[in-house]
């Protein structure tokens, strides 16, 4: 079964930026989707951004311009790139693989997730 751990979560002012790391165990492929999703306390799942097999990316309107996904290392690892990060980006934020690529995030199916790493936006 796929293993996901995130990393590199934190504090940081509006306008700041932070790199989300994700490594991936368990499987011997190239795992064809993956993404980020988020949850706030006391909101829904927020799909944030997805990458295919061939890098091709698809963000949510909330996060596009400012967040960076890519693979990261030989086979399932996965980064986050955040900049500019707004106080309404404070979640906690998954790694995770995906069933489908080429869908909105809001729309995306997540298969399996690590547990998380705190992202806190605040003055």
């Known amino acids: 079964q796929v293993q996901l751990a995130e990393s590199g979560g934190g504090s940081v002012q509006p306008g700041g930026s932070l790199r989300l790391s994700c490594e991936a165990s368990?499987?011997?492929?190239?795992?064809?989707?993956m993404g980020w999703f988020r949850q706030a306390p006391g909101k829904e799942r927020e799909g944030v951004a997805l990458i295919d097999l061939y890098d091709s990316t698809t963000y949510d309107d909330s996060v596009k311009g400012r967040f960076t996904i890519s693979r990261a290392g030989a086979k399932n690892g996965v980064s986050l790139e955040m900049r500019n990060l707004k106080p309404e980006d404070t979640a906690m934020y998954y790694c995770a693989s995906v069933s489908v690529c080429g869908v909105p995030p809001s729309r995306a199916e997540f298969r399996y997730w690590g547990q998380g790493t705190q992202v806190t936006v605040s003055s």
């Open positions: 368990g499987s011997n492929y190239k795992m064809y989707c």
